[in-house]
């Protein structure tokens, strides 16, 4: 059975940049056959696409769009998430999810992915 471990969350000043890291492990979860995503969620909020690998690339919410960067070192079986020019409502837990690549799938629900993490706290000070 696959399990996702993310690192790197923590407390930083608007404007500020954080890296998060996921690593998967086990051989359910291939970097030939999965999508890597990360969701987050804020207190009393739904949960949030922030952005996924495609086959064409990187996919990207709308409020993280030109901040935020996800790259795949598919050596490490790990997903990266860079995010520059942080700001207080980017505060939230934030989880790296994994899901099957499936022609026509909508790589920014949460329905699509089978694997989740444990989740990580980022907080960003005003």
């Known amino acids: 059975q696959g399990q996702l471990v993310e690192s790197g969350g923590g407390l930083v000043q608007a404007g500020g940049s954080l890296r998060l890291s996921c690593t998967a492990s086990g051989r359910s979860i291939s970097h030939y056959d999965y999508a890597m995503a990360w969701f987050r969620q804020a207190p009393g909020k739904e949960r949030e696409f922030v952005a996924a690998?495609?086959?064409?690339?990187?996919i990207y919410g709308d409020s993280v769009k030109g901040r935020f960067t996800i790259s795949r070192d598919n050596a490490k079986n790990t997903v990266y998430l860079q995010m520059n020019s942080l700001k207080p409502e980017d505060t939230a837990v934030y989880y790296c999810?994994?899901?099957?690549?499936?022609?026509?799938?909508?790589?920014?629900?949460?329905?699509?992915?089978?694997?989740w993490g444990q989740g990580t706290q980022v907080t960003v000070s005003s």
């Open positions: 690998t495609s086959w064409s690339g990187g």
């Open positions: 999810a994994a899901g099957k690549y499936s022609s026509g799938s909508d790589y920014t629900s949460d329905r699509v992915y089978d694997y």
